[in-house]
């Protein structure tokens, strides 16, 4: 446990998951990989929401502690384990630097919407003249771009819009803008040893 809480405290800010799993694990010998991902996932999840509640470190042990009696985990909670339960539940959410991550996603995540996923749907319309049975007089190219966003705490939702040629250029000159100015911020921050979660 000691081993563990060390090792989760010298992972830096601005680890990946992935960075950190690998760092603990080399620094945390004799446990299960699998294991490992599990607990580092479980914590992740208990640091999110703590972050997301804004919920002082006592208070939120205590209510996990009710959770876990509410789920039905009574013998692992009984009187002897229990203070050794809160103790290294404390000091597994002590750890700064996962306060500072959590909090950063929860930031990240404070919109009305998000978005999840995108495609574009490129589509030939033909364009027929009065006579219907004639071959058709050309046709129209456009392009659909659809948008797959999460609102709220429900599921996806989708949005459609039309794009012509003209409105292509226009997006890829919005996006390519905006990959400029996140560099530029980047290279700031990277001067001022700030980091970008």
Excluded at 19 to 42: H, Y
Excluded at 115 to 129: M, Y
């Amino acid at each position: 446990m000691d081993t563990l809480v060390l090792a989760l405290k010298d992972a830096p800010v601005s680890a990946s998951n992935k960075e950190r799993a690998l760092q603990v694990a080399a620094k945390v010998g004799g446990v299960d990989p699998d294991d490992l991902d599990l607990i580092l996932r479980t914590l992740d999840s208990l640091y999110y929401v703590r972050a997301h509640l804004e919920a002082p470190l006592e208070k939120f042990v205590a209510d996990v502690l009710v959770a876990l009696r509410a789920a039905g985990t009574t013998g692992f909670l009984a009187t002897e384990n229990e203070q050794l339960l809160r103790s290294r539940l404390t000091a597994l959410l002590s750890i700064a630097s996962l306060a500072v991550s959590a909090k950063a996603q929860v930031l990240q995540r404070d919109y009305s919407y998000l978005f999840h996923d995108a495609k574009i749907i490129t589509d030939l319309r033909p364009v027929f003249g009065q006579n219907t049975t004639d071959p058709p007089h050309g046709m129209i190219l456009d392009h659909t771009l659809k948008l797959v966003y999460h609102e709220g705490l429900g599921g996806h939702k989708e949005l459609y819009l039309a794009l012509d040629s003209s409105d292509l250029i226009e997006l890829k000159k919005v996006i390519e803008r905006a990959e400029e100015k996140e560099q530029v911020l980047r290279t700031l921050l990277a001067s001022k040893d700030l980091r970008v979660f």
